[in-house]
Structure formats: structure tokens, C-alpha cells
């Protein structure tokens, strides 16, 4: 769906980091809400310095980017798979408003949500 790098899989055997492991699934299971990274260094046993240099070492983005990034594809999938307004769509995921989403939508994908539904549930290029 347009990312350049998938996003990790935790579950996986070989998964290389595994004391980020609650950290990413705390992120997955709370990304609508706002995470402190004060709170996932908790997670981690970590200072918040510490974990994010670790993070970002072993993720390769910073925890506010995982976010971002997590947000905006569960977005994608949804405007592929719903029916559902793109303002409810919005708030779902974590988005203050529609306007909101659209900005970081663009930034992500390079087309407004909109345009990428109409592309990918038409079965488009």
C-alpha cells in the first residue's frame, strides 16, 4: 500500500529485538490514543533517552513515526475494505479531524484519502 518498509512483525520466531517486543505491541494496541515515550521506555526498562536511541537503532524511525506510520496504513486498509466515511474512518484511528488525516494522508501516499479509494477499491493503478 505505498510504504517503502514493512512495518515489524513481533510474532515472528526470528524477530531480532525482542525487549521492544511490548513496546510495539503496546503501540499496536493504543496507537489511537497519545503515547508518551515515557511511557514505552516504562515498558522497556529503559530512560526515555535510551529507548528512543534504541528504537530508533533497531526500527529505524522514531516511536512518533511508528505511530504515524501505524495510524496511516490501518487507515489505508480501511478505506480499501469500508464503505465508511472517511471523517468516521478518521476518528477511528486516532485522527482529531478530517483535515488532520487528509494532511498526513498526502504526506504518506502523495493523494488525498479520497483519491486513494476511489484508485484501489476500483481495482486502479
Known amino acids: 500500500m505505498g ?6 512483525n513481533t510474532t515472528a520466531p526470528d524477530f531480532p529485538f525482542p525487549d521492544l517486543v511490548p513496546v510495539l505491541e503496546h503501540m499496536r494496541m493504543y496507537y ?12 522497556s ?3 526515555v533517552r ?3 536511541r534504541r528504537f530508533k537503532k533497531h526500527i529505524q524511525m522514531t516511536p512518533n513515526q511508528f505511530l504515524s ?3 496511516i496504513t490501518r487507515v ?21 479531524d ?3 488525516l487528509t494532511r498526513e494522508f498526502q504526506k504518506h501516499f502523495g493523494s488525498p484519502p479520497h483519491a486513494y479509494r476511489m484508485r484501489h477499491q476500483s481495482g486502479g493503478n
Do not use: K, M, V, Y
Request: charged letters at 25%; hydrophobic letters at 40%; glycine letters at 2%.
Open 32 to 43: 489511537t490514543t497519545n503515547i508518551l515515550n515515557s511511557e514505552l521506555a516504562d515498558l
Open 3 to 8: 510504504l517503502s518498509r514493512r512495518l515489524p
Open 98 to 100: 478530517q483535515s488532520h
Open 69 to 71: 506510520r501505524l495510524r
Open 50 to 52: 535510551a529507548f528512543e
Open 76 to 96: 489505508a486498509a480501511d478505506l480499501c475494505n469500508t464503505d465508511d466515511w472517511i471523517i468516521e474512518i478518521a476518528h477511528r484511528h486516532g485522527f482529531s
Open 45 to 47: 526498562n529503559l530512560s
